[in-house]
């Protein structure tokens, strides 16, 4: 331990001791393994420490051992790699920070669920016109980004997933329509396939006076559209994955009918990675945009402007509660950026409502 001490410092570690085998034998009675701590200061911390130099030690016997500096090199390493700043980020923050304020961007936009490869879409864009990004700068592009868009008023198809808002904002549609003193739309929907599908839109119709049907396959769908011009809105099934069952079937159909706008609707509470694969599995049904449900349960809204930037699709309608039809909006794509960046620190604020993020 003394000789160790004296080669490798106050700070010499046993790291492994045994009796020799008969093959080392005759290098001493044990073999032994120190070694010394790493010394931050004069470990560089972009690239893994370099070994010292390797200096041969001796063993309690006085023979030098072959190991050491072997043991040496590998402890730098680890030393290097356990450091706080080591790894990719590390590299960069060796570097230097980035002046031009892209750290700040990339943190704000990551903590709201935005994927880095649209963050970095962001940052360059942002980065073209000025050499520092203002805050102004990242919002502008964002909303650049948005494709804008409405929908005529002839035929809105609803079509997503379950449970994703489909009934109700048909229900929220047609009820808006008729306050702004239009004749109601007639109302059907696709999902005849199961107990009850189809129940509360058709109740919804009772009550509201407006024309009801239920078709269950492509002829009885185009009949009862070439039956009136009167501008429809149209509930899918949720279950149209099965690109075999009647629903979907009448929803392939429908989507390329003329004069039809296929809305996918789905929940802002999802994360952005499983929207988009919701959106490419959608894909074939060609939707002209978007609508998102459930803004009030969720206070982190990239995943919204993150999806409408990756299909390409402008944000037609959301949704932020469930009366009829006051939680209904046509959006901007700047009251849509607006939402995504409006607390400082999503993750900790508490739930806002649509309402309250838009343009005054
Ligand atoms: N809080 C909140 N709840 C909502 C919102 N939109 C829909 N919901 C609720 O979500 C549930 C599902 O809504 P539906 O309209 O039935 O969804 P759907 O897509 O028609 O569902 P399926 O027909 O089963 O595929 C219902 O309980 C709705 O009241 C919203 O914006 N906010
Ligand atoms: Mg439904």
């Given at each position: 331990m003394a000789a160790a001490s004296k080669e490798l410092g106050e700070d010499a570690l046993l790291v492994y001791a045994r009796e020799a085998t008969p093959e080392t034998?005759?290098?001493?009675?044990?073999?032994?393994?120190?070694?010394?701590g790493v010394e931050e200061e004069t470990v560089p911390a972009s690239s893994p420490a370099p070994p010292r130099a390797p200096a041969a030690?001796?063993?309690?016997?006085?023979?030098?051992?072959?190991?050491?500096?072997?043991?040496?090199?590998?402890?730098?390493?680890?030393?290097?790699?356990?450091?706080?700043?080591?790894?990719?980020?590390?590299?960069?923050?060796?570097?230097?920070?980035?002046?031009?304020?892209s750290d700040k961007v990339l943190s704000q936009l990551t903590v709201r669920d935005i994927p880095?490869?649209?963050?970095?879409?962001?940052?360059?864009?942002?980065?073209?016109?000025a050499p520092s990004i203002a805050p102004e700068s990242v919002a502008f592009v964002m909303t650049q980004m948005l494709a804008p868009g409405a929908c005529g008023r002839t035929m809105l198809v609803l079509l997503g997933p379950p449970g994703a808002g489909k009934t109700l904002f048909a229900m929220k549609l047609a009820s808006r329509r008729m306050s702004e003193d239009e004749p109601p739309p007639r109302l059907a929907s696709l999902d005849a396939g199961r107990i009850g599908g189809g129940h509360r839109l058709r109740r919804f119709a009772e009550i509201t006076g407006a024309e009801f049907a239920m078709p269950t396959n492509v002829t009885q769908l185009s009949d009862w559209l070439q039956q009136s011009v009167t501008p429809a809105i149209i509930d899918a099934s949720g279950a149209t994955d099965d690109a075999s069952g009647s629903a979907g079937e009448m929803l392939e159909w429908l989507s390329k009918q003329p004069g039809v706008c296929p809305v996918l609707t789905l929940s802002a509470c999802m994360r952005t990675a499983d929207?988009?694969?919701?959106?490419?599995?959608?894909?074939?049904?060609?939707?002209?945009?978007?609508?998102?449900?459930?803004?009030?349960?969720?206070?982190?809204?990239?995943?919204?402007?993150?999806?409408?930037?990756?299909?390409?699709?402008?944000?037609?309608?959301?949704?932020?509660?469930?009366r009829i039809p006051e939680d209904l909006s046509e959006p901007t794509?700047?009251?849509?950026?607006?939402?995504?960046?409006?607390?400082?620190?999503?993750?900790?604020?508490?739930?806002?409502?649509?309402?309250?993020?838009?343009?005054?």
């Open positions: 034998r005759y290098l001493g009675r044990h073999e032994v393994v120190f070694a010394a030690s001796p063993s309690p016997t006085g023979v030098t051992h072959p190991w050491i500096p072997m043991v040496r090199e590998q402890l730098g390493r680890i030393g290097a790699d356990l450091r706080p700043d080591a790894g990719r980020g590390g590299e960069q923050h060796a570097a230097g920070r980035r002046e031009d304020g880095e490869l649209l963050i970095q879409a962001v940052i360059g864009r942002a980065t073209t016109a929207l988009m694969r919701v959106a490419n599995r959608y894909g074939r049904f060609q939707y002209s945009g978007l609508a998102f449900s459930r803004l009030d349960e969720t206070h982190i809204h990239g995943p919204v402007w993150a999806l409408a930037v990756h299909t390409g699709k402008p944000v037609l309608f959301v949704s932020d509660g469930r794509p700047e009251q849509i950026v607006r939402l995504v960046l409006s607390s400082e620190n999503p993750t900790q604020a508490p739930p806002r409502s649509f309402a309250a993020g838009r343009a005054g």
